[in-house]
């Protein structure tokens, strides 16, 4: 249903703001791949599962604030910023660096988490328009 | 389909509200109704009196399953209710489990989601309210409802969040209005907590639309069912004529939602 994907990925963002490991393990396919802008990417549940218990661990108040969020076809886009995360930024700061978080929503979990760069292209790209 | 506010409660100058920034009673403040804690919603005034929203639910007597507000067991009217903030305990002066319940309610969306009860402050406690609700600013006004993917916000103070003034300020995501217009899902991106019942949301543009009913853990944490608080004034007005005149407060602060907070 229309919707759907866009409340898995927002469920996905709530348990990385609450730091819930076993939260977030339930919304990752065994295929899932994280890729970090040009970074080669992290495939397979496992992986990740253990990538984000260690950056939970490293970066206990990292913190996603969406701003905009859009679906079409099972990938949802959400434009927004990060406060407490590796960059080591004040907040105010940190806050004024946006950028897109990409998720393909297969059967209720997430093949992909994908961050991509805030660019009117990438903006255009997704379907994300001004609030 | 969605009476404006304004057409049946005639608008009237707003009382003089304390400055937001020393305001020690707004919305998100907790309240405690015989032990059970919830969350303040909006502010609300009329000719003579301030009030504070709450769930109606706050004051259930059931369990926390028991959410058919036209059969489930209710503290009665006039019950003392206490409110952060403020130096003397609130009277529950409305609720509307109550008034359907009086009033022998049978539609199915009205009884599911009417869940607002006004707890009218104290005279002495007036003069400690600002209506502008933390980090956000707003209410700008009172909306129908909610738009599909909307960007919505809210705020809630609960200490069974641990004091991780973080979570304090919420946003999250409509799925938009449903259930005849009185219930909208919103899934917030951090989890919501029962402490939390009650507490208001403003939508894109920071227009009072809903307060907080039910928190979801499944399917997907974060699903929140958020009672539409327009159709909740209009059953208020158009039920108990002793608050025909009763208006929502708009924030004396600008809505920041949407800026980089």
Redesign the interface.
């Known amino acids: 249903m229309?919707?759907d994907a866009?409340?898995?990925v927002?469920?996905f963002?709530?348990?990385i703001?609450?730091r819930?490991i076993d939260?977030v393990s339930a919304l990752i396919s065994d295929d899932h791949e994280l890729a970090v802008f040009d970074e080669a990417p992290l495939r397979g549940r496992e992986a990740n599962v253990e990538a984000w218990r260690g950056y939970f661990e490293s970066f206990p108040?990292y913190?996603?604030?969406?701003?905009?969020?859009?679906?079409r076809d099972g990938v949802v886009a959400v434009l927004g910023?990060t406060t407490g995360s590796h960059l080591g930024l004040p907040d105010e700061e940190e806050?004024?660096l946006?950028l897109i978080w990409v998720a393909q929503v297969v059967d209720g979990t997430l093949r992909s988490w994908r961050l991509v760069e805030d660019t009117p292209d990438s903006r255009r790209s997704l379907g994300i328009t001004a609030? | 389909m969605f009476a404006g506010v304004a057409s049946i409660a005639p608008a009237r100058s707003a009382p003089t509200w304390a400055p937001a920034a020393l305001a020690a009673v707004h919305p998100g403040v907790q309240t405690v109704t015989q032990g059970a804690q919830c969350t303040a919603n909006f502010v609300y005034f009329d000719s003579t009196n301030v009030y504070i929203g709450q769930a109606a639910h706050c004051s259930g007597t059931g369990g926390s399953t028991e959410t058919d507000g036209c059969n489930s067991g209710s503290l009665p009217v006039g019950t003392q209710v206490a409110v952060q903030g403020a130096s003397r305990p609130g009277t529950m002066v409305y609720n509307s489990w109550v008034t359907m319940q009086a009033l022998g309610e049978t539609d199915t969306n009205t009884c599911a989601y009417n869940d607002l009860a006004l707890v009218k402050l104290d005279p002495a406690d007036v003069g400690k309210v600002n209506p502008s609700v933390p980090r956000w600013g707003g209410p700008t006004g009172v909306a129908a409802g909610t738009g599909?993917?909307e960007?919505v916000y809210s705020y809630g103070n609960s200490s069974l969040r641990f004091g991780i003034t973080?979570?304090s300020p919420k946003?999250?995501?409509s799925?938009?209005s449903d259930s005849g217009g009185w219930n909208n899902t919103v899934?917030?991106?951090?989890?919501g907590i029962p402490g939390d019942s009650g507490s208001g949301f403003l939508n894109?543009t920071g227009q009072a639309f809903g307060i907080l009913s039910t928190v979801q853990i499944l399917p997907?944490?974060?699903?929140n069912g958020v009672g539409s608080v327009a159709l909740e004034l209009n059953y208020l007005h158009a039920h108990d004529s002793a608050f025909a005149g009763v208006q929502l407060a708009n924030g004396t602060e600008p809505f920041k939602g949407?800026l980089?907070?």
């Open positions: 229309p919707g866009a409340a898995t927002a469920a963002i709530a348990g703001n609450a819930d939260a108040v913190f996603i604030t969406p701003h905009r969020t859009v679906e910023h806050r004024q946006t609030p | 599909f993917l960007q973080q979570l946003t999250g995501l799925l938009g899934y917030t991106f951090t989890p894109s997907l944490a974060g699903a949407g980089p907070l």
